[in-house]
């Protein structure tokens, strides 16, 4: 089966990839595709989000296509920033604003008040089924100060569960041995692996 990753981020495919090694697919990427249109993601979920970028990717290739969205939930703040995490500080998308907000936000919480999960949600839509969903869950929490210098987004204020290092303090390879994102596109290949079976 020859699968499109809805992304142009060729970093990414490739990351989605080395998790998808072993499984029997051929993927290609939007950067692959030509003149596949850029999907505004006005969903209200990630299920929702990742759903309109992997069926656009179907439509627009006539392939199978797989998308994934992606949002911090923090529980001091009824989950927010949820679905609008790339957006908590401005249309503008910068990570460095959201993290000043989210730290704001949080100020003078103690560490017991300060949990969250990363979650990320796989839509995959093969023309002519119904689409199937695949969801990564990854536990933790908000720290005080920022810390690390890796990965991107709120990776250095977000802490996983039973660790002493944020999501930025470790190397890719051990960030993405754990992450949601892993998590979901595990789950994915399991699928795939079982449906070609």
């Not at 993927?27 to 006005?42: K, Q, R, W």
């Not at 969205?69 to 703040?77: E, I």
């Not at 959201?98 to 995959?124: I, M, Q, Y």
């Amino acid at each position: 089966m020859k699968v499109v990753l809805a992304t142009r981020n060729r970093h990414k495919a490739g990351e989605i990839a080395a998790i998808l090694t072993g499984v029997s697919v051929e993927l290609v990427s939007l950067a692959d595709v030509p003149g596949a249109p850029e999907v505004e993601e006005t969903g209200e979920t990630l299920e929702a989000n990742a759903l309109l970028k992997a069926e656009s990717a179907a439509k627009h290739s006539g392939l199978a296509a797989a998308a994934d969205d992606t949002g911090l939930f923090v529980d001091a703040l009824d989950g927010a920033p949820g679905v609008s995490s790339a957006r908590f500080a401005g249309p503008e998308r910068d990570f460095r604003k959201n993290n000043v907000r989210l730290l704001a936000e949080l100020e003078g919480l103690s560490p017991g008040k300060r949990t969250a999960r990363f979650e990320c949600v796989v839509a995959l839509v093969i023309p002519g089924r119904p689409p199937f969903f695949f969801k990564g869950v990854l536990p933790g929490r908000i720290v005080e100060v920022p810390r690390g210098a890796n990965g991107f987004g709120y990776d250095p204020v977000f802490q996983p569960e039973d660790m002493e290092t944020t999501l930025a303090e470790l190397s890719a390879e051990a960030k993405n041995a754990i992450s949601h994102r892993c998590i979901a596109f595990r789950r994915l290949g399991d699928f795939l692996k079982a449906s070609a079976g």
